[in-house]
């Protein structure tokens, strides 16, 4: 490793302890920027970089709820306002048993560099909570997010910070908070996105990030003459995201042949067509039983406790979480022919799994980049709160599609190499690294 990194990660983990993932995502990001930063002074006089590292504000509070036994739970919520130098804080709520300090200001800081890139003005925060959706009835789900909205509607706002959702957060809770939060505030603004559609939210937000990561891999595709018609497609997940990217992946002519969950993964060599693809959804979405299911229904193979990477695939979308894909099960993927990754979910790749992509010299889409057309539709959904206005779904997508182009160019700006290869983390790195940079010089010490 770079001694520069090193020291500057020893500093790092010494005042963030036992944050794992934080040490990470900062990791990734140094490398690519302290050459950067040793090239250009500026920067570094400002301690940019160490500035960027630390949340402007982090709040960590006590979430009591009656479950439906009426028993007392408690759960731990957190909101992580990490750089507001181009905007309004803004990023989603997970709501995760695994959710902790250090998986958040990962997301936070990686939120801050990607909502740069989206072009719009939007700073960097996430949030959420240690607790579990899954297995709750509606009305514990409801108490939950009105207990936790009774802190977080202080500190937010819609020039203040804009929270979305994220893994466990979708239309039915974005609901609850919102309702809370305009019951405490006497206030109806679009204070939160991912809203329905009858109440603020803007058309093509559910399906923005899968919709964006398909169009971030059709333009990486495009850079060596290929696409994705024709294509077979290894997408993880069977969310929201993963769900919108099978959708896409279909439309452009490609063949999606896995999907997953935390208990394992299918395989269906035919194809997940539109037509199956609507069973899942309906069996994610409103059932919220389990993607064997899909297996017993259409009698294809389902792999329990395993990843879809050991099948064959040309393209993969991780989809899921963070860390899914491991350094062997990137090289599978390169031995089995995948020549192109676009990352769907957060950091789905471990740095080894990046390393092997890289090496390989496929096309490799760095979450940050490939993932933010869902931010970018958020932040679409607040111009068009501030302006009271809606837009169609046609506007809405062509704009979408639009600042997917802006971000791949702006990697390729800031990613290709002398020999020509387009280093993509590189590029998503540097590209939203300097704006944010030179707004946080421009407004001084702060
Ligand atoms: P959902 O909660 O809708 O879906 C998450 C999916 O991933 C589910 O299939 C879930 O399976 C699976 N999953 C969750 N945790 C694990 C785990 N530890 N191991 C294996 N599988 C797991 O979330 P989203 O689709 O919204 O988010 C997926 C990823 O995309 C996340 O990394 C998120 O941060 C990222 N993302 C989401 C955006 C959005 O707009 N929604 C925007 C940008 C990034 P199960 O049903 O078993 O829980």
């Not at 140094?30 to 050459?35: F, V, Y």
């Not at 058309?203 to 923005?208: D, F, Q, S, T, V």
């Not at 994610?284 to 064997?292: E, L, M, P, V």
Request: charged letters at 25%; glycine letters at 12%.
């Amino acid at each position: 490793m770079d001694p520069r990194v090193s020291q500057f990660m020893a500093m790092i983990k010494s005042r963030n302890p036992g944050e794992n993932e934080f040490h990470q995502a900062v990791q990734e990001v140094a490398e690519s920027l302290i050459p950067f930063i040793e090239e250009n002074p500026r920067y570094k006089q400002a301690k940019i970089l160490e500035r960027m590292a630390e949340p402007e504000r982090t709040i960590i509070f006590r979430v009591p709820w009656l479950d439906d036994k009426g028993d007392v739970q408690i759960n731990r919520g957190f909101r992580i306002e990490m750089n507001s130098a181009i905007g309004p804080y803004k990023g989603g709520l997970r709501l995760h048993p695994t959710v902790n300090l250090g998986i958040l200001k990962f997301l936070a800081f990686e939120q801050v560099l990607k909502n740069s890139l989206t072009t719009l003005p939007m700073g960097g925060g996430k949030g959420g909570s240690d607790f579990d959706p899954k297995g709750k009835s509606d009305n514990e789900v409801m108490r939950f997010c009105q207990s936790f909205m009774t802190e977080l509607f202080r500190h937010i706002g819609p020039d203040t910070d804009v929270p979305a959702g994220d893994i466990g957060v979708g239309g039915r809770e974005i609901g609850y908070l919102f309702g809370q939060y305009k019951r405490l505030k006497n206030e109806f603004t679009g204070v939160l996105t991912g809203k329905g559609i009858e109440w603020g939210g803007s058309l093509i937000r559910p399906e923005a990030t899968g919709y964006g990561v398909t169009y971030f891999a059709q333009e990486m595709l495009e850079t060596r003459g290929e696409g994705i018609k024709g294509k077979t497609v290894s997408i993880s997940g069977s969310g929201n995201v993963a769900q919108y990217a099978a959708e896409k992946v279909t439309e452009y002519g490609g063949k999606v042949i896995t999907m997953s969950d935390s208990n394992g993964f299918i395989y269906d060599p035919k194809g997940i067509n539109s037509e199956k693809l609507n069973c899942i959804m309906d069996l994610k979405n409103i059932k919220r039983g389990r993607i064997k299911e899909y297996a017993e229904k259409y009698g294809c193979e389902y792999f329990e406790g395993k990843r879809p990477w050991i099948v064959k695939c040309d393209i993969a979308l991780p989809n899921a979480t963070q860390n899914e894909i491991s350094e062997e099960e990137a090289k599978l993927l390169v031995k089995n022919g995948c020549i192109c990754v676009s990352e769907g979910a957060n950091m789905p790749s471990t740095p080894e799994a990046v390393e092997v992509f890289l090496n390989a010299r496929i096309l490799f889409g760095p979450g940050k980049a490939s993932n933010a057309g869902g931010v970018a539709t958020s932040g679409l959904e607040m111009t068009q709160n501030s302006m009271r206005l809606p837009w169609s779904r046609e506007e809405v997508d062509e704009r979408l599609h639009i600042i997917m182009k802006n971000i791949h160019k702006i990697c390729v700006k800031y990613g290709t190499k002398e020999n020509g290869f387009i280093n993509y983390v590189d590029g998503a790195n540097i590209g939203g690294f300097v704006k944010v940079a030179n707004a946080m010089i421009a407004q001084g010490v702060v």
